[in-house]
């Protein structure tokens, strides 16, 4: 049946089109794009349904990610991925022995690392690295020879990880360290702050010209924490509340003031110190975010 087969692979397709795009919105745009070219498909002489699937959705989400680089080009401030919980996207939750891998390939750390690269180049990766395609398979996806896409992968690659340090921190850590940051940020005390960053450390902040947010990342530990010094003392009047849930395959922090969402975090930390944070501040981005509640709380 068409449309059974349609949705056998409707997850695939997704989760793919949102590593590629970053926004919910424009990966199933290209979800809706494939399954109407499906339909008008002459199935019998596929040789592979999913390889067809695939195809399309990764062709689709290249030319859709040329029109939205060149719009980021005018984004105010820095671009980051719109956040998604688990329950969102549309495959089985992965298990414990899954999560971490799953965390790696979907994070914010990871899909912010991966707009440095060309639609090509990040739609080759991610088939190769992510989706365990072949490179004969990519070069026919992307109409190219194995070798250009076994080039593209190498140096996609070497630039992931040169760019995304790499860190092995158990779950119970990295929470730990984000009600370590709810705390320090809520009091505002300076030595508490300090104390939590990586003399390197870096926010990187979006807000789209929508809600108040660095212009540039911020760079260095005295400089992260003297912002929030100076946030907790202007909002001390405020109610305010920080919760710690699960999106994009790992545990994040969303911060509320007055019973707004105003303020999604995650983090890259070593389990001791946070070596970049991520606030995304974007109202538009935190819209699938606001109606998930539970884990942990900071504050009233």
């Not at 940020?185 to 960053?197: K, N, P, S």
Request: hydrophobic share 45%.
């Amino acid at each position: 049946m068409p449309h059974q087969e349609f949705e056998r692979h409707r997850p695939r397709l997704f989760a793919l089109a949102y590593r590629m795009l970053g926004t919910r919105a424009e990966a199933e745009d290209v979800v809706q794009d494939v399954y109407l070219r499906w339909h008008e498909a002459d199935h019998a002489a596929l040789a592979s349904a999913e390889a067809w699937l695939v195809t399309v959705a990764t062709r689709a989400a290249i030319d859709r990610l040329r029109a939205a680089q060149r719009e980021r080009a005018h984004y105010v401030g820095p671009w980051l991925a719109e956040p998604i919980a688990l329950d969102a996207l549309p495959h089985p939750r992965p298990g414990p022995a899954q999560q971490y891998e799953f965390a790696q390939d979907v994070s914010l750390a990871f899909l912010a690392v991966l707009e440095r690269l060309g639609p090509e180049e990040r739609a080759a990766f991610l088939l190769h690295e992510v989706f365990d395609c072949n490179y004969q398979d990519i070069a026919a996806m992307l109409g190219k020879s194995a070798a250009a896409c076994r080039q593209m992968v190498h140096r996609a690659r070497d630039r992931v990880r040169a760019e995304r340090p790499r860190f092995t921190v158990s779950p119970e850590r990295h929470r730990a360290l984000l009600a370590r940051f709810a705390a320090a940020a809520q009091l505002g005390e300076m030595d508490a702050l300090r104390a939590l960053f990586a003399e390197d450390a870096a926010l990187v902040s979006d807000g789209g010209g929508k809600a108040v947010a660095a212009l540039r990342p911020l760079l260095g530990a005295a400089r992260v924490a003297r912002l929030y010094h100076v946030l907790a003392r202007q909002r001390r009047h405020q109610d305010e509340r920080y919760e710690i849930v699960e999106f994009n395959g790992e545990a994040g922090l969303l911060h509320y003031l007055d019973g707004v969402l105003v303020t999604a975090y995650a983090i890259v930390g070593d389990g001791e110190h946070i070596h970049t944070l991520f606030a995304l501040r974007n109202p538009d981005k935190l819209a699938g975010l606001r109606e998930i509640s539970g884990g942990l709380s900071q504050g009233g």
